[in-house]
């Protein structure tokens, strides 16, 4: 973990660790036992339910026996940064200062690596505690091509693994990504604008093309974290970092013919059948 006393500088011990720079001058706020196993449990019933807004995760809470109010439950859900995901119309506004993109990719067809990438933001429990994962993937491919844990749902370690994914991938045409406040930051949007990358943001809690990405969260969640119970954001880094090599080296795709996103975003896959 971080030493204060050590002589390598702050900023390089976060980046060894490949946790966020502004993480290490957060200090984190107590959090009880028993809320830390209800936002496991409002986690994992999100996974399973995510049209399910505060109303019906109190009920379905209070029907599993846990003594639990809205307000309680809505705090939490703000907290583990989640939301119910629905259609809806566009009545919300971006923060002051942030500029909400429009979405790009209605009826347009990713045939190629780099052509479009997406990020997103999803909570991770551990064993005391929690952080926040974020992950850069190619839709093509389905590749992971950069990803950061942080301890704060600032928009620095968004920033850190976007630009570690342009630094070692290049640029894609499109990078899309929901309205979070991380992604509508100007920090955030500077560098793909310097990059000249096209952005793309879904509407807000509107189900979009985005599927590739919950469909990550869901295997990372049932086959990763939810097996484990991380002792420490290290242990958390390590056992991620291992699971994400999986996925990208080892584990096929139906939807790449049998490939594995490795191969289908460095090798420039054979043809893929089209969906019957």
Known sequence: MIDRGHGLSLSRQAE???ISRGAIYFRAQATSA???????RIDELHLDHPFAGSRMLKGLLNAEGHEVGRLHVSTLM???GIEALYR????????????VYPYLLRNVAV????????????????ARGFVYLAAVVDWFSRRI??????????????VEALEEALGRHGRPDIFNTDQGSQFTSTDFTKVLKD?????????????RDNVFVERLWR????????????????????????YFGFCNGTRPHSSLGGQTPDRAYFNQPRPIPAAA
Not at 34 to 40: I, P, S
Not at 145 to 158: E, G, K, N, P, V
């Open 219 to 242: 295997s990372v969640k049932y086959e990763e974290v939810y097996l484990r119970a991380y002792e420490s954001l290290s242990e958390a880094r390590s056992s991620i970092g291992r």
């Open 88 to 99: 809806r119309p566009r009545t919300s506004t971006p923060a002051p200062g942030h500029k």
């Open 78 to 80: 703000k907290r583990m």
């Open 195 to 207: 990059a000249r990358v096209a952005i793309s943001m879904d509407g807000r809690s509107a189900w």
């Open 145 to 158: 091509l950069a990803w950061r844990l942080s301890i704060t749902l600032t928009a620095d370690f968004c």
């Open 16 to 18: 060894a660790l490949g």
């Open 111 to 126: 045939t190629r690596p780099n052509q479009v990438w997406a990020m997103d933001i999803t909570y991770v429990p551990m």
């Open 34 to 40: 028993d809320d830390l196993a209800l936002m496991r």
